[in-house]
Structure formats: structure tokens, C-alpha cells
């Protein structure tokens, strides 16, 4: 089987496609996608072309453009949730994307899956730009036009893994941001990178730069609107909440007010 | 658990929180909505268990701060009233046991 899990058989000489599925992946979280059919494939491999990574023990993800049928995931699903006519479940050692007519919906269902499954490997995506910066990263975070895209489009050439969903993980008591094939207004692919975490920012647009550390408390509360997450469970909203405790107490923190040019970069800590 | 004889409250089983500095930030995951309490009603929280009354959180209240007896029963109930309007709080009876966190 090569990278893209193409594997032929062919007795009589025919090659005959018995599998097709594509191996990503996303802050060292390795997921194999199982194709139902041709059509997402091309804009798949496109859309995630920097993340092709093949892994022993990767999660296999079946897609599945129709509907879940009726009666939908099994109850033994470990982890569910609709997004529109969209739908994932895990169960075992699978998920299962349901209703997935396009690459978007896709994407959609991936950080979803993505955001559980970060939960016990100490992580959780944010929706932030991660730029690299001295060989650590600048997490930029805030909401929709806060200016994540603007200071990602204000950075370094080939210095962004993302300019829209950050991941971020707790590895040997270090904090590491990813990058992510989840991109915004910047178009830039993501960059399949990491590197410990310099800094989280929160973005506030602002006639002058300025950057003021945050207390942890202050930085929970800026953390916790931009956290994608998508349980309803107490025992992993808990498990969630000490994470970002635990980011918001590790991490130095800061509000950063920037004017809408380079300049802001200046003002940042070393 | 033994019900409060007086109406007592218990935390709201599905409801996530931690104390950070002092204060006390509360998620609501059914409604993905964070509610914050300052240091003196992170104290009442503390001690809403479903088995203290109002009175006798009250009563705790106004041994740890300067405040008198009529005070501290005054804003132990008009907390306790807010935060049930606001389902963080629920009857004591109505939930087995307590669960939660930390």
C-alpha cells in the first residue's frame, strides 16, 4: 500500500482499487481517511497535502457522503455530534463521518473529532495565528476580526503554521503550538510544524502597539471564548477546564493592541 | 444524601468548574456559557453542598469576613437565589449525590 493507501490486486493482471484512504497528520495526532467514494479525494489530498503523514496506529476515519441511516450511531458511541445534515460518532477504535458532501463539511467534522481527541493527550485547538518567531511561536488569539489573518499576513514569510486554529499541547510539561490544515482569510495552507509555545496574545485592534502581561485569571477568560469544543460532558468540559488553567497559569500571557502594520512586532517580548 | 430539611442547594451536577486566584469560574457545558464569582461568593459556592441551609453558610460567611449576621444571611440568599435563576443551583433533592469538582 503506498502513502495514499492505494492497494491493488490483480490475479488476472487488473489492478483492481480494494482500498483508497489518505493518512494525515495533525499535532502528532495520526488519522487515516477511508474514502466511500471518488469524489472528495482530489480536493482532500489538495486540501491537506502538508499533512500527508503515514503512521502505525492511525484512527481510521470513514466518510461517507449519505446520511447516517436511520437509527444513526451505535449508543455505544463514545463521542457524537451533528453539524447540520453532517454527522461524526466514535466508536472503538474508528470514527465515522456521516453526511459529508464536501471537503468543508469535512474540515468541519475533522476539527470537531480533533478537538475530543486532543482532550486526554493534553491538548485543544484555539482559534488563534501561530506564527514562529526565534524558533518558539507567537499565539495570536481572538475572534472573527480581531485580526488573526491580518498579523499572520504581517509575518515573516513562511514563518505561519496558521492563521485561524491553533493547536496547542502539553508535552513533557511543555506547552508546543502546531500548525493546522484549518486555515482562515490568509489562504495559507498551514504548515505541518511546531515549537514551543513563546507566548499567547490576546488581539485587541488598537491606534498604538502595546502589549501588557495578563494575569492567569484574565488570560482564562480570554482563553475560554475562543476554545473549540464541541462536549457537552461535565467530565471533559472539568478535564477542559484544568487544561486551560494549567495554559493559562504555564504560558505567559499577554494583551497585545496593535496598529494594522508590521510595527507591532516590535513591542512583543524577545 | 440526606435532604435539607430547610431547602437547601446543590451545585448543578453538569456544571465544571476551578477556583483561579481566588475566584471562581464556572462553565455551563449545556449552554457553553462561563460564569464568573468573585471572592466572597467563591466562598458561599465552596460551601453550597445540598446539606449547609442559607443560614448556616451565612453563618460561616460572616466568621471569615467583616460583615454582620444580618448582612452575610442577606447576600448568601440573594446569591443563592441568582445562581439558581441561573440553573447553577438546584434543589438538593432533585440529584442523588454530589458530583463534580474539585
Request: net charge negative; glycine share 8%.
Amino acid at each position: 500500500m503506498d502513502a495514499q493507501g492505494r492497494a491493488t490486486v490483480g490475479g488476472d493482471g487488473t489492478a483492481v482499487l480494494i482500498q483508497d484512504c489518505f493518512s494525515l497528520e495533525i499535532g502528532r495526532i495520526p488519522v487515516a481517511l477511508h474514502f466511500s467514494g471518488p469524489e472528495l479525494r482530489g480536493a482532500v489530498l489538495a486540501r491537506y497535502a502538508a499533512f500527508a503523514q503515514t503512521r502505525e496506529g492511525a484512527l481510521p476515519i470513514h466518510l461517507d457522503a449519505a446520511p447516517t441511516a436511520a437509527g444513526g450511531p451505535a449508543p455505544s458511541a463514545s463521542f457524537q455530534y451533528a453539524l447540520g445534515g453532517a454527522r461524526l460518532w466514535l466508536n472503538g477504535a474508528a470514527a465515522h463521518f456521516s453526511g459529508v458532501r464536501n471537503e468543508y463539511d469535512l474540515d468541519s467534522l475533522l476539527r470537531i473529532l480533533l478537538s475530543w481527541l486532543l482532550l486526554p493527550r493534553q491538548g485543544f485547538l484555539l482559534h488563534a495565528a501561530t506564527v514562529l518567531r526565534n524558533g518558539r511561536t507567537c499565539v495570536f488569539t481572538g475572534r472573527s476580526g480581531a485580526g488573526k489573518s491580518t498579523v499572520a499576513s504581517l509575518a515573516p514569510r513562511g514563518s505561519v503554521l496558521t492563521d485561524e486554529i491553533s493547536l496547542l499541547r502539553r508535552e513533557a510539561n511543555a506547552w508546543r503550538a502546531h500548525g493546522t490544515p484549518f486555515w482562515g482569510e490568509f489562504r495559507a495552507a498551514g504548515s505541518n510544524g511546531s515549537a514551543p509555545v513563546a507566548g499567547i496574545y490576546v488581539l485587541v485592534k488598537a491606534p498604538e502597539n502595546a502589549v501588557r502581561p495578563l494575569p492567569p485569571l484574565d488570560a482564562l477568560r480570554a482563553l475560554l471564548p475562543n476554545v473549540l469544543f464541541f462536549s457537552s460532558d461535565r467530565a471533559a468540559n472539568a478535564s477542559l477546564l484544568d487544561l486551560l488553567v494549567g495554559a493559562a497559569t504555564q504560558v505567559p500571557c499577554f494583551e497585545l493592541r496593535f496598529r494594522r502594520d508590521a510595527s507591532f512586532w516590535e513591542v512583543l517580548p524577545a | 444524601m440526606t435532604p435539607c430539611a430547610e431547602g437547601c442547594w446543590q451545585k448543578n451536577p453538569s456544571l465544571a468548574w476551578r477556583e483561579v486566584e481566588g475566584e471562581t469560574v464556572i462553565i455551563s457545558p449545556d449552554e457553553s456559557v462561563m460564569h464568573e464569582l468573585n471572592g466572597t461568593a467563591s466562598f458561599i459556592w465552596r460551601h453550597v453542598d445540598g446539606h449547609n441551609s442559607a443560614a448556616q453558610i451565612a453563618e460561616l460567611l460572616a466568621s471569615e469576613y467583616d460583615v454582620t449576621p444580618m448582612a452575610a444571611l442577606e447576600d448568601t440568599e440573594t446569591l443563592l437565589t441568582e445562581l439558581a435563576e441561573r440553573r447553577l443551583l438546584v434543589p438538593a433533592e432533585s440529584v442523588e449525590k454530589e458530583s463534580g469538582t474539585p
